[in-house]
Nanobody
Framework: QVELVESGGGSVQSGGSLRLSCAAS????????MGWFRQAPGKEREGVSCINRSTGSTYYADSVKGRFTISRDSATNTLYLQMNGLKPEDTAMYFCAAGGGCSGSRVRGVYYWGQGTQVTVSS
């Protein structure tokens, strides 16, 4: 059973925007902190953003601050990542994750991963 399903990736030019979505089962959405990771070829997986379910606090990697916005919709059990001002260095596979908490921009203790959605930014 697939618990997290991402969508919204694609190819854009530098400066463009994309919105990623992550549809989660109700139990995951209600019980876990959620966030986004990304991984570029040959690089380690990076925590992009995390949102605290209880407080609504949001956390971002320095590389995306001011350009990306994480949000959640409890009515539809969906996590979003609005990405504006995209740069070629944002090119990566983006993963939705659910876990025990936020350690800065990283989801801590990940229990569930999505399958990933590719974002490609051309200069």
């Amino acid at each position: 059973q697939v618990e997290l399903v991402e969508s919204g990736g694609g190819s854009v030019q530098s400066g463009g925007s994309l919105r990623l979505s992550c549809a989660a089962s109700g139990s995951i959405f209600s019980n876990y902190r959620m966030g986004w990771f990304r991984q570029a070829p040959g690089k380690e997986r990076e925590g992009v953003s995390c949102i605290n379910r209880s407080t609504g606090s949001t956390y971002y990697a320095d590389s995306v601050k001011g350009r990306f916005t994480i949000s959640r919709d409890s009515a539809t059990n969906t996590l979003y990542l609005q990405m504006n001002g995209l740069k070629p260095e944002d090119t990566a596979m983006y993963f939705c994750a659910a876990g025990g908490g936020c350690s800065g921009s990283r989801v801590r203790g990940v229990y569930y991963w999505g399958q990933g959605t590719q974002v490609t930014v051309s200069s």
